[in-house]
């Protein structure tokens, strides 16, 4: 099986979009995987139909009992992160701000503080088209999303582990997500665009991207915009022995695909299709080559 993680160093760059083509477009068996699980919306694009949904339990939050609290105020003023409240006469424990760091529970002289586990999420098991994706839904405000991301990943190696393709849609960014999604992948496709920060966060996620040894290539989405930082782009992939392996242009057809919740590779011909096809050719034939190498 090879492992391809789409992945951007910024937002908005087109990156799902890219991804849904790609997982029409490339041929043999694959499993996707929506790893942007701060804002998964991958399924938008390729309508799965839900096979089941697992609970996930990030890190552990504190639970104080109110029965046995003595309201002797420890945890209160131990706790850095002021996720201890005074509710209704008694010491309540503020999910969201408790960091798990399970001070109070140490400094209570009545043990009446306990960790517990605390469900900060849920994994999905859906079926599209080309296969099976797994995809997840992220607490608002609870953190961990690199072990949601890590879950995610996992589910997915274990149901489909005989595909020939691991098809990743990965978070943007350089943070814990992105190093949870790239890490054990053969591949990433880096889909950046022609501007100031565009660039710079591709430098960035490159750099972070080198440190786990993948195959890297990029692609450069809405080129046309601007001609002269996307020959900054090519320059710097030419310095650095990056394979470019795709440049698409700015097309209305994409939005109206997304509109219509479908991959623009399924709204017939455009030009924007024409350059995710010649991509995703240029992609097969690396990945062959890379698979044949291993």
Not at 50 to 75: N, Q, Y
Not at 138 to 150: K, T, W
Not at 269 to 294: H, M, V, Y
């Amino acid at each position: 099986m090879i492992r391809l993680a789409v992945i951007s160093g910024k937002g908005g760059t087109g990156k799902t979009m890219i991804t849904a083509a790609l997982s029409r477009l490339l041929k043999g068996t694959l499993v996707l995987a929506d790893c942007d699980v701060d804002a998964a919306n991958l399924e938008l694009v390729i309508s799965p139909h839900l096979i089941r949904k697992e609970p996930f339990f990030g890190m552990k939050s504190a639970f104080i009992d109110p029965v046995a609290c003595v309201k002797c105020t420890e945890c209160e003023a131990h706790c850095r992160f002021d996720a201890v409240d005074w509710v209704r006469n008694t010491f309540r424990v503020n999910t969201f701000r408790c960091e798990g760091c399970a001070v109070c529970m140490f400094v209570c002289p009545v043990k009446a503080v306990a960790m517990q586990p605390r469900q900060t999420g849920e994994i999905l098991y859906s079926e599209t088209s080309r296969g099976h994706l797994v995809h997840a839904r992220l607490v608002p405000g609870a953190g961990n999303s690199g072990l949601l991301v890590h879950a995610v990943k996992k589910m997915a190696m274990e149901q489909d582990r005989a595909c020939d393709l691991f098809l990743i849609d990965g978070p943007p960014g350089t943070g814990c997500p992105l190093i949870s999604t790239i890490s054990g992948v053969d591949a990433v496709l880096v889909v950046t665009e022609p501007s100031v920060s565009g660039l710079h966060d591709l430098k960035r996620v490159v750099t972070v991207c080198r440190q786990f040894r993948p195959r890297i290539f990029v692609a450069v989405n809405r080129y046309d915009l601007d001609p002269a930082l996307t020959k900054d782009i090519l320059e710097y992939c030419c310095e650095e022995k990056i394979a470019l392996v795709g440049t698409i242009p700015f097309d209305h057809a994409v939005i109206e695909a997304v509109r219509a919740g479908i991959p623009v590779t399924d709204a017939g011909a455009s030009p924007a299709t024409q350059s995710i096809q010649i991509l995703a050719a240029k992609l097969e034939w690396e990945l062959t080559n890379l698979d044949n190498n291993r």
